[in-house]
T-cell receptor
Framework: EAQVTQNPRYLITVTGKKLTVTCSQN?????MSWYRQDPGLGLRQIYY???????DKGDVPEGYKVSRKEKRNFPLILESPSPNQTSLYFC???????????FGQGTRLTVV | SQQGEEDPQALSIQEGENATMNCSYK?????LQWYRQNSGRGLVHLIL?????REKHSGRLRVTLDTSKKSSSLLITASRAADTASYFC???????????FGQGTTLQVKP
């Protein structure tokens, strides 16, 4: 089954404690992205990747890092989480820049 | 950046009725996509319409695109309680695969 898998689904952490949210897709897609969804602000892109070792900033990259060492994986790293990073995070992949995106189930992160 | 704006923000209808949601945007697009999100869950792709297309159908869904007015509409016919969800339009821009999402329309279909 074609899917994008994120882990964990839920996470509560403390300010400053580094964390990684994993994302993996099994569709051999070139493009992968991270979005965060906040009430009243909709979905905003954090980072994206067009291929292995090719990543770039989206609209709200501050406080986040990503890496793309393998085609299937695109982890999101929060080196020093802060409460304003409390949000619902989605990983997405798509075959080309012009095709539909497949989304993971989301990671609800709370930073206290 | 150009954000899709959706209208209405919320819509409540009876089962069997049609639901129409509108999306407007500001600049040129590659395509426009519609997604559904059930409460707190991942987004599911519904339909993609290219900039050179005017109308597209998929089951009970009908999407129109008017590039001169920079607007699109999603029509769900013969709605069901299971259609209750939030619906988002997303604009594909440039060559990065970036999607710019509207704020969404929350649809409630009452049995």
């Amino acid at each position: 089954e074609a899917q994008v898998t994120q882990n964990p689904r839920y996470l509560i952490t403390v300010t400053g404690k580094k964390l990684t949210v994993t994302c993996s897709q099994n569709m051999n897609h070139e493009y992968m992205s991270w979005y965060r969804q906040d009430p009243g602000l909709g979905l905003r892109q954090i980072y994206y990747s067009m291929n292995v070792e090719v990543t770039d900033k989206g609209d709200v990259p501050e406080g986040y890092k990503v890496s793309r060492k393998e085609k299937r994986n695109f982890p999101l790293i929060l080196e020093s989480p802060s409460p304003n990073q409390t949000s619902l995070y989605f990983c997405a992949s798509h075959e080309t820049e012009y095709t539909e995106a497949f989304f993971g189930q989301g990671t609800r992160l709370t930073v206290v | 950046s150009q954000q899709g704006e959706e209208d209405p923000q919320a819509l409540s209808i009876q089962e069997g009725e049609n639901a129409t949601m509108n999306c407007s945007y500001k600049t040129s697009i590659n395509n426009l996509q519609w997604y559904r999100q059930n409460s707190g869950r991942g987004l599911v792709h519904l339909i993609l319409i290219r900039s050179n297309e005017r109308e597209k159908h998929s089951g009970r869904l009908r999407v129109t695109l008017d590039t001169s007015k920079k607007s699109s509409s999603l029509l769900i016919t013969a709605s069901r309680a299971a259609d209750t969800a939030s619906y988002f339009c997303a604009i594909s821009e440039g060559n990065t695969g970036k999607l710019i999402f509207g704020q969404g329309t929350t649809l409630q279909v009452k049995p």
